[in-house]
């Protein structure tokens, strides 16, 4: 397991090395950052006047250097936009999107797991093709579609909940519900298809056999086994509600990084988008290393394969 760990971690310390580089190098291929930052008014002598105090001047290579060696000691810069520096930015944002994808990707498994164990059980008859039917209706509808559902029901309508705002945990119920909900249907079409292939093989007819309680073979011995790509799934949904949160921060009013992101571009605040691009593919692979180690946890044949 030790040896399984420091391969993986190796690895992710090789992605992680590229993704930064990527992140740089996105923003430079988009066009000239100073004459952007100036202005397309701007009198050549202020272009570079601009390309020389940002140090985009210089080689790439020297750049990106610099810009790794500061974000390795926390510094992404300062904001063109607002008076702090992009590091306080996203970490005063961070946590409501941190908050907004936790309690999403909680939702997502709480339908997605029990629809995909009973949709496994009673495969072929109504049950199946009732949760497979939710399954495609998930799929099918506009996340931001199914947040102004929630907004006009529960929240104009009733009255039950709050429709924007960071104030209390209720502010954060509908926009979880619409994250998760999206994310529900990939997840229960996983949890069936490998609690399928588990419940069919010899070892589950040996527990049945044995007398063993229908829930114990279910949780103790099929579905252990059939989560195992659930996991892995799972984190990458976590990492993209992490990502992905800019429609749903946006209509829901929610101070996150999404949001911030939409700000940042719609204000060409390169620094900011830079940063946020570079943290959150960070979570990514941290996240994919996480759910490489539960997997090998969960199944011996991977850390000895």
Do not use: C
Request: zero cysteines; charged letters at 15%; aromatic letters at 10%.
């Amino acid at each position: 397991m030790l040896r399984f760990a420091a391969r993986r971690l190796l690895l992710a310390l090789a992605v992680a090395l590229a993704v930064s580089a990527i992140a740089f190098l996105l923003l430079r291929v988009s066009g000239d950052l100073a004459t952007t930052l100036a202005g397309e008014e701007a009198a050549p002598a202020e272009i570079e006047r601009i390309r020389s105090l940002y140090g985009l001047d210089r080689p790439l290579v020297v750049q990106y250097g610099e810009w790794l060696l500061r974000s390795l000691s926390g510094d992404l810069g300062r904001s063109l936009f607002y008076p702090e520096s992009v590091a306080n930015l996203i970490l005063d944002r961070l946590p409501n999107t941190a908050i907004l994808a936790g309690l999403g990707l909680v939702i997502a498994l709480l339908l997605s797991l029990p629809l995909g164990v009973v949709a496994a059980m009673w495969r072929n008859t109504w049950i199946d093709r009732t949760a497979l039917g939710i399954a495609v209706l998930g799929q099918a509808m506009p996340s931001f579609w199914f947040a102004l559902l929630l907004i006009f029901f529960f929240g104009l309508t009733l009255g039950w909940l709050p429709v924007s705002g960071t104030e209390s945990l209720a502010n954060f119920v509908m926009p979880a519900v619409a994250l998760g909900w999206f994310s529900t249907p990939v997840l229960m079409r996983l949890t069936r298809a490998g609690m399928v292939e588990v419940l069919g093989a010899d070892y589950i007819r040996t527990a049945h056999a044995k007398g063993l309680p229908v829930h114990v073979v279910l949780v103790k011995h099929a579905l252990r086994n059939a989560v195992a790509p659930v996991v892995a799934l799972a984190s990458v949904q976590f990492g993209n509600m992490l990502s992905g949160s800019v429609v749903i921060e946006t209509v829901f009013a929610l101070q996150g990084i999404g949001y911030l992101a939409w700000e940042a571009i719609s204000r060409k605040d390169f620094p900011v988008v830079q940063g946020i691009l570079l943290v959150v593919a960070l979570f990514y692979v941290l996240l994919t290393l996480v759910s490489d180690l539960l997997n090998a946890w969960l199944d011996p044949r991977i850390r000895e394969g």
